[in-house]
């Protein structure tokens, strides 16, 4: 099935758990989260909702300079990537990427072009755009 959902975000408010746990509900079983938007956009900060709406309680940082964090929530492990740094393919075969993407945690993605041809299982697309201070997101099924 594929669907769009269009997702009006007027402040940070609104950007909160709570919205955060309603598309966990809507697309439980996609583990794997790839968020496309540019700098600023927010994709750090919709990934730490995600981390809290499954019940992670970790001190959530930027991977942008570690590549990949990895939290812990009741359920098991959160894995939290930013590619904004990586240069190619290689370098994300040699931190491991495939068995990130099998082992069947939660892998949510900022920057996530370089590891796209590599999700063999589907996986949720979120897009946010930023206008006049309203955030949207886009959230697609792939
Ligand atoms: N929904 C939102 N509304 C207003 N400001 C936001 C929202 N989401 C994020 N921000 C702010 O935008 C800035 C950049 O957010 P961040 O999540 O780091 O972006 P990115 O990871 O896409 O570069 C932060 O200061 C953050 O507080
Ligand atoms: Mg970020």
Known sequence: MSSTLLIKVPDQNELNTG????????????????????????????????????GSTDNFGSPTYSIVNEYKYPGGKIFHFDLYRLKNKEELMDLGIEEY???GHYCFFEWPELAEDLIKSKYKKIEIEVNENIRYLRVSNK
């Not at 509900?25 to 909702?49: Q, R, S």
Request: aromatic share 10%; with cysteine; hydrophobic share 45%.
């Open 101 to 103: 993407l099998d082992s």
């Open 19 to 54: 919205l955060a746990k309603h598309l966990l509900e809507l697309y439980g079983d996609y583990k794997i989260v790839l968020c496309y938007a540019p700098m600023g956009a927010g994709k750090t900060t919709l990934i730490k909702e995600f981390c809290k709406a499954l």
